[in-house]
């Protein structure tokens, strides 16, 4: 079993298991391997520290500040996600449109969410709209079952 350090297009980090290196690769070329935070597909390998099977060593001092599991991070994540997409309304391709007319009051204020180009969120920070892009994983934007 190959256990690799992976991290997506987005910047998150996680651990793929493969059979091997070669299948790690034929996976990924066929489109099968995925972040499992935001679902991107452009996946690459990390470095990672070997292995060394040294026999018994010394303890490793107890850390004065307790690193949060990644698992309940990820779990707050995925909270944080859902409680945006639940406040907010999801306007797709007219994202750009809608954010002007709440920024210059054309429309009433409210939480919106959507797509945008590159070129539109510049265009929206140049005047002065504040937008951020966040990666919602497709399985959130679905009906929990």
Same mark, same amino acid.
């Given at each position: 079993?190959?256990?690799?350090?992976?991290?997506?297009?987005?910047?998150?980090?996680?651990?793929?298991?493969?059979?091997?290196? /070669?299948?790690?690769?034929?996976?990924?070329?066929?489109?099968?391997?995925?972040?499992?935070?935001?679902?991107?597909?452009? !996946?690459?390998?990390?470095?990672?520290?070997?292995?060394?099977?040294?026999?018994?060593?010394?303890?490793?001092?107890?850390?004065?500040?307790?690193?949060? /599991?990644?698992?309940?991070?990820?779990?707050?994540?995925?909270?944080?996600?859902?409680?945006? !997409?639940?406040?907010?309304? /999801?306007?797709?391709?007219?994202?750009? /449109?809608?954010?002007?007319?709440?920024?210059?009051?054309?429309?009433k204020e409210r939480g919106i969410r959507g797509?945008?180009?590159?070129?539109?969120?510049?265009?929206?920070?140049?005047?002065?709209?504040?937008?951020?892009?966040?990666?919602?994983?497709?399985?959130?934007?679905?009906?929990?079952?």
């Amino acid at each position: 079993m190959k256990v690799l350090n992976l991290q997506c297009s987005h910047g998150h980090g996680f651990e793929g298991w493969f059979a091997s290196n /070669d299948e790690f690769e034929t996976q990924l070329a066929g489109g099968l391997v995925e972040c499992p935070l935001c679902g991107a597909k452009e !996946i690459t390998k990390m470095l990672a520290a070997p292995r060394l099977n040294l026999g018994a060593g010394k303890e490793a001092p107890a850390s004065q500040s307790q690193p949060q /599991d990644a698992g309940q991070q990820h779990g707050r994540w995925l909270r944080a996600v859902r409680e945006l !997409i639940a406040s907010t309304e /999801d306007v797709g391709e007219r994202f750009a /449109d809608e954010a002007r007319k709440i920024h210059y009051g054309e429309v009433k204020e409210r939480g919106i969410r959507g797509k945008a180009t590159r070129e539109e969120s510049e265009a929206l920070a140049e005047e002065g709209i504040a937008v951020m892009q966040i990666a919602v994983p497709a399985s959130l934007k679905e009906p929990l079952q």
